[in-house]
């Protein structure tokens, strides 16, 4: 059974900094592509960024880019989100995901 388990979300200030993780179980971790997808208050979900079984080729919505980076560690089933100079509007629950399945999220809060 495919388990995402998402964790180091929190409340930090404008420009702070997080780190999220995601703990894989239930399949083979380094053969799926993985992502990373929020949902801020009230809205929908949006992709965030994605990254490739090897970890070698990222990309990212326009709204991180520059801020934000995906990785993994496939000996540790792991994948990665770290998270700089956040602003307000990142504030929402961050999920990975595989397919179409999620975790039960992180919450990241930004006050200004």
């Known amino acids: 059974q495919v388990q995402l388990v998402e964790s180091g979300g929190g409340l930090v200030q404008a420009g702070g900094s997080l780190r999220l993780s995601c703990a894989a179980s239930?399949?083979?971790?380094?053969?799926?592509?993985m992502n990373w997808v929020r949902q801020a208050p009230g809205k929908g979900l949006e992709w965030v960024s994605g990254?490739?079984?090897?970890?070698?080729?990222?990309i990212y919505a326009d709204s991180v880019k520059g801020r934000f980076t995906i990785s993994r560690d496939n000996a540790k089933n792991t994948l990665y989100l770290q998270m700089n100079n956040l602003k307000s509007e990142d504030t929402g629950v961050y999920y990975c995901?595989?397919?179409?399945?999620r975790g039960q999220g992180t919450q990241v809060t930004v006050s200004s």
């Open positions: 995901q595989k397919d179409s399945v």
């Open positions: 239930g399949f083979t971790f380094s053969f799926y592509y």
């Open positions: 990254i490739t079984t090897d970890g070698r080729r990222t």
